[in-house]
């Protein structure tokens, strides 16, 4: 590959401040909350131009769509994301589960809310693009932006990017799922014009359960057999019946999925119906192809759902996410990575910072938690092997395959950042690094904040 040499050049530093959270989504904004609350100086770092990550730069609504009678929670910052968009009225019931749909424009608010009153400083439209070193140690960032390079410096840094950029790029070692392995990923959209009452009759006339998600390729589940007869808002047979009539290619038989709320204005929201193979959320390129084919396939699947959905005659796009989603990428070599046994068989740790419900949800498992069974969360797989001053919060925590379809959800996400900020703030005060805070502390600030850790 041809190269060219970059000129050395002075970068100015904008910020110096206790904490550095890169990247808003569901770890990242609750790591932000959780370090202001316990009293540290916090900069909050996004990409795009609000903070919610998945929630609202995706459009992922269902934030605990696992949520049944029996499910045991963690609580904290991550059931307050739910709690404060419906009192703000960015949340309606969810379709399948005990929990709260976020809107997710609306959540963009909340979450603008919830910076303002922690005393954040909000630091958006700024793409991190190299860590500042001094040896082994991170000691803050570079950002890219309409304003050029800058550098904002801090104690300690907390990369919730979502594909582990900070830790990859200071030379922490990572590993990534291979590409014809990785979790679909998906673009989402939502609808407009949909006829409420005939859609909700046509779903009433012929329910839906996770045993009908069991279609073949893509769609072969395994289940734990307690989720086969619950209900599911799933979406396949407008395809099938597309793909018999020529509307869509045989190959795209991916096309199905689930709704997550129709509201009385005519609006179907939350629309999970596009799966994109083999696309990489750390190339470019990959995600450019994916992006464009994700947008066409979406259209297929509207034109689909108004010929042979009831109540989607007169359906329209209202809009998709701002980007793709996507649900594998990088993951750390923690000081410990969870297991599949972990997330299976209740894993329990000594360092637990959060607990979270057996709820697995990923290359082609699904078992949902309806019977009360939780694994404990261990805070060392949120620390980077051979670099300091650095915690990884949010998907890309240490873990073998199968944990990552567990840990990968942003409720999950949730309890592990609001613990990665909890453990920044106790390391600013106590001038200790990560792998030196004091564990006892960091557990009684949690529950102080109102986490159950065991």
């Not at 991170?138 to 304003?147: C, H, L, P, R, Y």
């Not at 734990?224 to 407008?238: A, L, R, T, V, Y």
Request: hydrophobic residues 40%; negative net charge.
């Amino acid at each position: 590959m041809r190269q060219i040499t970059e000129p050395a050049r002075r970068v100015n530093v904008v910020v110096e401040t206790d904490v550095i959270v890169v990247g808003s989504g569901p770890g990242g904004l609750a790591a932000a909350l959780a370090a202001a609350r316990a009293g540290v100086d916090v900069a909050l770092v996004e990409r795009f131009g609000c903070f919610g990550g998945n929630i609202t730069a995706v459009g992922v609504e269902g934030f605990a769509w696992y949520r049944h009678e029996a499910t045991v929670e963690a609580g904290g910052i991550g059931r307050e994301f739910e709690t404060r968009a419906q009192e703000m009225g960015a949340a309606v019931p969810e379709s399948q589960s005990l929990s709260y749909e976020l809107d997710s424009e609306g959540f963009k608010i909340v979450a603008d809310r919830l910076v303002e009153e922690a005393g954040i400083q909000p630091m958006l439209h700024r793409q991190f693009v190299a860590p500042v070193m001094d040896g082994d140690r991170v000691i803050g960032i570079i950002t890219e932006s309409k304003a050029g390079r800058e550098a904002i410096l801090a104690k300690l840094v907390i990369d919730a990017t979502g594909d582990a950029d900070v830790a990859h790029r200071a030379g922490a070692p990572t590993h990534m799922t291979p590409r014809e392995s990785m979790m679909a990923a998906s673009v989402m959209f939502h609808l407009a014009g949909v006829d409420k009452r005939a859609f909700m009759e046509g779903i009433k006339a012929d329910p839906q359960t996770y045993r009908d998600w069991g279609g073949g390729g893509e769609w072969t589940i395994e289940t734990s057999g307690k989720e086969d007869d619950m209900f599911s808002p799933f979406i396949k047979k407008p395809f099938d019946r597309a793909i018999e009539e020529g509307l869509i290619p045989p190959h795209l038989n991916t096309i199905a999925g689930t709704w997550g709320a129709m509201h009385d204005t005519g609006e179907l929201t939350y629309m999970n119906l596009i799966h994109l193979d083999e696309v990489d959320g750390t190339d470019p390129d990959s995600l450019t192809r994916g992006e464009i084919e994700g947008r066409r396939q979406a259209m297929l699947a509207i034109e689909a759902l108004r010929r042979f959905m009831p109540g989607c005659g007169q359906a329209r796009l209202r809009n998709f996410g701002m980007t793709i989603g996507i649900r594998d990428t990088r993951k750390i070599d923690a000081a410990y990575n969870m297991t599949e046994t972990d997330v299976r068989e209740q894993g329990r740790f000594e360092d637990s910072i959060g607990i979270y419900p057996e709820f697995i949800d990923g290359y082609g498992i699904l078992i949902l938690p309806t019977t009360g069974r939780y694994m404990q969360l261990p805070y060392r797989s949120m620390l980077p092997k051979k670099i300091r001053g650095l915690l990884v919060a949010g998907r890309s925590t240490g873990g073998d395959r199968i944990s990552h379809a567990a840990t990968r959800n942003m409720s999950c996400c949730a309890v592990v950042g609001q613990a990665a900020g909890v453990a920044a703030a106790q390391a600013v005060k106590s001038n200790r690094d990560f792998g030196e805070v004091d564990l006892a502390a960091v557990q009684s600030e949690l529950k102080r904040q109102g986490v159950r850790i065991h």
